[in-house]
């Protein structure tokens, strides 16, 4: 007598739930881990940028509370130093990167020097069209913040990761050449140093990159990415204040409907909507927080050329 062999029906998965407070504390590369970008961008549609600035102003004050180890801070005199040569070696990875992958060379990927001003590496699949337009006008900005003394080697693990997960073809990765300028020299980090931009709207894509963000963080030495106790507030501190949607504690984001710098452009009209002419670099975190509570802005549209820029959440854009 044979027995039959017994069927297994296989159970599907419930997929994995959105920690909200996750979100709201500006860990998004941890979520986006679990949950992929699209349902995470689709639970900051669902809360308020206040809430994103309470949480910011409520880690601050923890960060601030912290006693600093004194090998923590590095003389002013040293941090000129430092940068110096890190402006250097930025130099010399530029030479690098842009002779190995030239726009001639075979490659999916190119690199060069834009108007002296970044180092580009861009993927090749084609991004604008015969006239130099978008061909896709949504773009998703994604800022890193990090000591201009280690900005070259943290923009070279970046760009390894980027190729080693197959994401460089379809994304432009930018070290900003500015910040090694003799009016910079004496600041221990910028909070765009780093720029990955993203255009269109595939979420898997926007996934990976995470992905390839997160490996390149946890791979690379960790002296890399850390900021000291008073450059960690302040990072956070402008990351707010600068309305951008924290994916860690120095790394955010922002989208936008044009290829226009986005502090030179759709920054500045939410935050006349919102302080007046006030600059936002005059007022605290609370004061900002309780001035974004009562504020309802004009439609349609709060930006004539964004009609979408969500009501409670100005760093999104997109309609989905």
Known sequence: MSLEKPTFIPVEKEPPEVNVENVLEGRGLEEISKV?????????????YADVIDHQIDQIKEIKNKQEPKTESVPEWLVHNLNIKASARAKELS???????????????????????KLMVQGREPVMDERDNPIDNHL???????????SPEAFKALFDSFVDEGVMDYVRLALNLESYQDDSLDK??????????????????????AKAITIAKNE??????????EDLAKAKEAIAKDFMIPLDDTTAFVE???????????YGRIRRSIT???PTTKISLEELSDKFKKWTPEYPGLIEDEPDRRQY????VFDK
């Open 36 to 48: 992929g970008w699209g349902k995470y961008r689709e639970a900051l549609t669902q809360t308020s």
């Open 95 to 117: 030479e690098f990167l842009t002779t190995e992958y030239s726009r001639d060379k075979q490659s999916s990927f190119f690199a060069y020097q834009d108007r002296g001003k």
């Open 140 to 150: 998703t900005r994604i800022y890193l913040s990090v000591l201009t003394r280690n």
């Open 188 to 209: 221990p980090f910028e909070d765009n140093t780093i720029i990955i931009y993203v255009y269109g709207q595939n979420s898997d894509r926007l996934t990976k990159i």
């Open 220 to 229: 690379s030495p960790q002296d890399l990415w850390k900021l000291g106790s």
């Open 256 to 266: 936008a409907k044009n290829i226009n710098s986005y502090h030179a452009g759709a």
């Open 276 to 278: 007046g002419e006030l």
């Open 313 to 316: 959440m100005p760093a999104l």
